[in-house]
Every structure is written in structure tokens, then in C-alpha cells.
């Protein structure tokens, strides 16, 4: 019986912990303290203000170094939107907002139209395109019919051919009402879920539908998910249903005026418990029957506190190093990859910023690993006076690593060859980006193990590696824990 009186702690003042808390409270549940190791809450949705000037006049604006966007299919971010008072623009974008207008470019500048048949007509060019949208129709039917049941959040019994969890609500409803959003669980079995195992682009061509590999790569690859010949099917098609990949193509996502961050600020200051922040957690015990949590504040002091159960909403990889880490969770949070997602917000030259977004396609393959694969131009009104965010990938299974240094090195070369030339960098990170595991221990059923561990010594898993690493899915995983076991 869920009782709201225990004291729960929560890892991580993200999206994943925040809303873990908003759901807490909506089920009653006031006891409970969020632990946040920086001085922000939002995760990687952080928002930094940066001083512009333009045309003489000087200001500061929002920029983004981590979250941008969301789509119709956002149903939980939508949750904490309401709860927090802080709402999207978008897609259909008034003068002076931030918009996602975007284009492709070769990667020596030339700008490009790779879906626009009459631009640089040729046959190929046009039967490339037809045999395009035939495979589109193809994918969408498929997904409908044979892997009916993948449009739910998370992983649950995909392995095994069944499937489990809340409807993603692709149709645009998902069965959200103000008083019991969220009641829609669908279950049920479909041997042919198995096949999300595969690498995506195994995945696509035993399905007969590779092209479509060309729509996904941009909103996946670039944004730091992955390459299509090592990333499960399940994970791309989950986060890109077929749904949003075409609000993706008919560009009509959305983003927010004061950044993502604040959706997560403005949540945070509702709650009846605001995270407490530059408090991290270094130690975790779980004797019989309780929770021990030390946490290192500010003053460099030890604080340890006893509550009944613990979510953790921060990497498992990590969480068995400062944890009493059990065999089994060790085992399998060993298993976890993550992806080194490498960005930097920059200023250019006078008058020589990208005036719109970019697709730099040919960067986003195994072989051109480090290099600029999207640039992100925010405020259109700033014209080539916006400063813009310029990103890249590091990793791919069975290549080796590409440093920090060089990966900066080369997107400011790349960015120079494209007319870009860059002036001064802020902001620059590497992040622990989209944990997930291998084809392989998807297929061995890694997320069953994880679900089946769910709630072992009072402890609860949340955050990015239960569904996907984007805002939505990890909110909408929150939710799911918090329903199901709290
Ligand atoms: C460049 C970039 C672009 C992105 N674009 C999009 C997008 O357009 N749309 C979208 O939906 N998503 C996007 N995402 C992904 C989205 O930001 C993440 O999926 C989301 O932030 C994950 O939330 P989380 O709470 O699980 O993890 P995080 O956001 O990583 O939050 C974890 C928090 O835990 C804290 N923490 C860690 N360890 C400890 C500890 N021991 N003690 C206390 N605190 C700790 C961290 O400081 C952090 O604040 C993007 C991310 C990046 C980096």
C-alpha cells in the first residue's frame, strides 16, 4: 500500500528529478527532499544568457547549450508546463521569438536540397525522392501493424515480444486528462518487438526501408543520439516515432522563450520542496528497511540522512561507485554506454553568423567522428549577429575515441570551411549523453533485469536510461515510476 508520509530522497535536480517530485506531490506525497550536486536545476536543459548587440543596441538574450526542443507528442513536459506557469512558443513562431527554422549544407558551404526534387533537378535526384516517401508510407504502416505496442515509453518486455508501459499518445492523444492525466497504459504481445533489438539500420533493412534512414539521421545523429549501425531500433523509434520525425521534417517543433532551463527553474520554484542545491550526493547505504544518504554541501561538510526510499534519477554507471551497490546492480549498470556529446556556444566574426540552423549531413557518419554535424541559430531578428551552438559527437562502438581538444578543433575548421568563422567560444562542455546499452544486451533483456530491480532495497531507478535521453521520455518515465510504485 503506497503510503505518502515516507521520506523519499531524490538523486539529480533535472527534468527526471523535478518531475519525479511534481508527481510525488500530485499523489500526496510531501515528505521528500531533492539532493542537486550544481548551483541550477534543469540538468542538461541549461539555458545561459548571453550580452548581444545588433545594430548598435546591446542585449541579453537566452541561448541553449543543452535542450531546445519539443513536439506535439510532448505530453509530460506539458505536465510540468502547466504546473510551473511557463509555456512554449511555437511551432508557428511570432517576430522577435526564437525559432528552428534550419537548412543543409555541403560541408564546403554550398547549401544543399536533398528533399526538394526541383532544386538541382536531376531523374536520380527525383526517383531517390519518390522511392523516399514509398519507404515513409512503408515505415509507417509497419509500425502500425507488424510492431504494433512500440509507441509506449520505455523498454518494458520488448526483448520477450511483449510490450508495456504509458501510450506515447502519437496519434496526438495519449489520454491526458487535467485530473488523471496519463491513465492510458497500453500492454500486450507481439513477438515481431523483438526485432527493435537490432541496430536501427539493421532494422530498416530487413524491413525494406533503408532511405528513411536519410529523414531520421539529422534529428538523431546530429543531436548527439548516435549512428544508425549501432544504436537498438527501439531507442530511435521511440524517441522519433513516425509522428515526430514528420513534425520534424514539416518543421514544427517548438522551443522556449527563456530557454528549456526555465521550464525546470519555474517547476522547481512551485514545488513545496525546492531542490537543494551545490549538494551532492557521495554515499548511499541501504540497510535493512531504510535509506543512509550522505551528501557533501557547500561548506565541504558530510551530512548523513536517514529516509525510507530513494529514486535515483543520475547515471546507474556512477551510482554503483558511491552506492552499497548490490551484485546485481553492478553487474548490469556496468552494461550501460553513453554517448560523448561535445558542444559550444560561439560568437563569430563581425557580421559572419549563420543567419538560420544547419544540417552539415555529411558530417554525421562514423567516419567523419568529431566534426560539426548542426549548427543552432536562436534568434532570427539578431540576423548574422547571432552567436549560435555548434555541435559534435566523439564515440562510435569500434572506433576509437576522438579528444576534447581535437573535437573543438576540428568543429571551428569545419565551422570556418562551411563561412563560418568562428570568434570566441562560451560555454563549451562534453556530456554524458543518452545512456542506453548494446543491441546485444537489449536483446538479452537488460531493461526486464532493470525493472525487475525496481523498488530492491527501497531503491527506484529513474531518468534518461529508462526510456530515452530526451526531455519527454525521461518526464514521462517519472511519471511512470512514481504511478507505479508510489
Ligand atoms: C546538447 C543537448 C541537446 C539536447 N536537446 C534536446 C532537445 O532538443 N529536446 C529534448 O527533449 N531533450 C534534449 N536534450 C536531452 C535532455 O536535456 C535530457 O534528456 C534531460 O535533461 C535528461 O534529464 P535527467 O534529469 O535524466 O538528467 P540530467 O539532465 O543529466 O540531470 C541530472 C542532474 O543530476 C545532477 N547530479 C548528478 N550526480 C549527482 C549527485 N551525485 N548528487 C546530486 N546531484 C547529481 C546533475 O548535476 C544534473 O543536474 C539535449 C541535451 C543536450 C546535452
Wanted: contains cysteine.
Amino acid at each position: 500500500m503506497p503510503n505518502n508520509k515516507e521520506r523519499v530522497c531524490i538523486i539529480g535536480g533535472g527534468p527526471a528529478g523535478l518531475s519525479c517530485a511534481m508527481y510525488l506531490e500530485k499523489k500526496g506525497y510531501e515528505n521528500y527532499k531533492i539532493y542537486e550536486k550544481l548551483n541550477k536545476v534543469g540538468g542538461k536543459a541549461w539555458s545561459p544568457k548571453l550580452k548581444v548587440k545588433h545594430n548598435g543596441v546591446e542585449e541579453e538574450k537566452s541561448f541553449e547549450t543543452g535542450a531546445i526542443m519539443g513536439a506535439i507528442t510532448y505530453h509530460a513536459v506539458s505536465e510540468m508546463e502547466e504546473f510551473g506557469g511557463y509555456y512554449h512558443s511555437g511551432p508557428d513562431f511570432k517576430p522577435g521569438e526564437p525559432n528552428m527554422r534550419r537548412e543543409f549544407r555541403k560541408t564546403t558551404g554550398e547549401i544543399d536540397h536533398p528533399f526538394e526534387p526541383k532544386v538541382n533537378f536531376s531523374f536520380g535526384k527525383l526517383f531517390g525522392l519518390l522511392k523516399l516517401k514509398k519507404q515513409m508510407k512503408k515505415l509507417n504502416q509497419l509500425m502500425q501493424t507488424k510492431y504494433k505496442g512500440y509507441d509506449c515509453y520505455g523498454h518494458i518486455g520488448v526483448a520477450k515480444g511483449e510490450y508495456f508501459g504509458i501510450s506515447k499518445g502519437v496519434d496526438g492523444y495519449c489520454g491526458a486528462t487535467k485530473e488523471d492525466s496519463f491513465p492510458n497504459y497500453v500492454k500486450g504481445t507481439n513477438p515481431n518487438l523483438k526485432d527493435l533489438a537490432l541496430p536501427f539500420a539493421e532494422f530498416c533493412k530487413i524491413n525494406g526501408v533503408e532511405e528513411v534512414q536519410r529523414i531520421w539521421i539529422a534529428p538523431f545523429t546530429s543531436f548527439g543520439y548516435g549512428f544508425f549501425d549501432e544504436i537498438p531500433a527501439a531507442l530511435v523509434m521511440k524517441y522519433l516515432d513516425v509522428t515526430t520525425a514528420l513534425e520534424f521534417v514539416n518543421m514544427k517543433l517548438w522551443t522556449w522563450k527563456d530557454g528549456t532551463q526555465e521550464i525546470y527553474e519555474s517547476v522547481n520554484r512551485k514545488l513545496k520542496h525546492p531542490a537543494i542545491l551545490e549538494t551532492e550526493v557521495v554515499k548511499v547505504e541501504r540497510p535493512e528497511g531504510k535509506v543512509l544518504v550522505t551528501t557533501k554541501g557547500k561548506n565541504g561538510k558530510e551530512v548523513t540522512e536517514e529516509f525510507d526510499k530513494l529514486i535515483v534519477t543520475t547515471p546507474l554507471d556512477y551510482f554503483i561507485n558511491y552506492a552499497d551497490a548490490t551484485k546485481e546492480e553492478k553487474e548490469l549498470f556496468s552494461k550501460i554506454i553513453h554517448e560523448r556529446y561535445i558542444d559550444y556556444i560561439a560568437t563569430f566574426e563581425e557580421g559572419k553568423s549563420p543567419n538560420i540552423s544547419g544540417y552539415l549531413v555529411e558530417n554525421m557518419v562514423p567516419e567523419r567522428l568529431g566534426h560539426a554535424m548542426v549548427y543552432y541559430n536562436r534568434w532570427q531578428y539578431l540576423d548574422r549577429d547571432c552567436p549560435a551552438t555548434v555541435y559534435a559527437l566523439a564515440n562510435h562502438t569500434g572506433t576509437p575515441d576522438v579528444d576534447y581538444d581535437v573535437v573543438m578543433k576540428t568543429m571551428d575548421e569545419d565551422m570556418k570551411k562551411v563561412g563560418f568563422p568562428i570568434k570566441e567560444k562560451h560555454f563549451a562542455q562534453e556530456v554524458y549523453y543518452c545512456p542506453h546499452v548494446s543491441s546485444q544486451d537489449y536483446q538479452d533483456g537488460w531493461y526486464d533485469k532493470l525493472e525487475a530491480l525496481q523498488g530492491t532495497k527501497n531503491t527506484y531507478y529513474a531518468g534518461e536510461i529508462i526510456s530515452f535521453g530526451d526531455m519527454e521520455d525521461t518526464c514521462a518515465a517519472s511519471k511512470d515510476i512514481v504511478g507505479r510504485f508510489f
